[in-house]
């Protein structure tokens, strides 16, 4: 299988982005809001640095989402807690540089 033929079997848009686009809407508010609590001055990046517990902080944002869903910041648990799930298959994934 060629590269391109390889691409066309990832339908990022059709098997992600439009089956989930409240969902990632609202994942990408709570990147917005990291980054202005970490390093308001700069560009929107994921400053990696910052946490590596992402599967236990996850886990205790869907224990928190059971007892109330918003946070206190406004955000949805379940939306950190997804972004916590994403991080760290992110960081799985590069770490075993499987692509």
């Known amino acids: 299988m060629t590269k391109h033929e390889q691409r066309k079997q990832m339908p990022v848009y059709t098997g992600v982005l439009k089956y989930f686009p409240t969902a990632i809407f609202e994942i990408s508010k709570v990147s917005q809001l990291g980054n202005k609590q970490h390093h308001p001055d700069k560009e929107l990046h994921w400053d990696k640095s910052k946490s590596k517990d992402h599967l236990d902080a996850g886990v205790r944002h869907i224990i928190d989402h059971s007892n109330n869903p918003i946070d206190e910041d406004g955000m ?23 692509k």
């Open 76 to 98: 949805l648990h379940l939306a950190k807690a997804a972004w916590r799930i994403l991080a760290a298959l992110q960081e799985y994934k590069d770490t075993h540089l499987i």
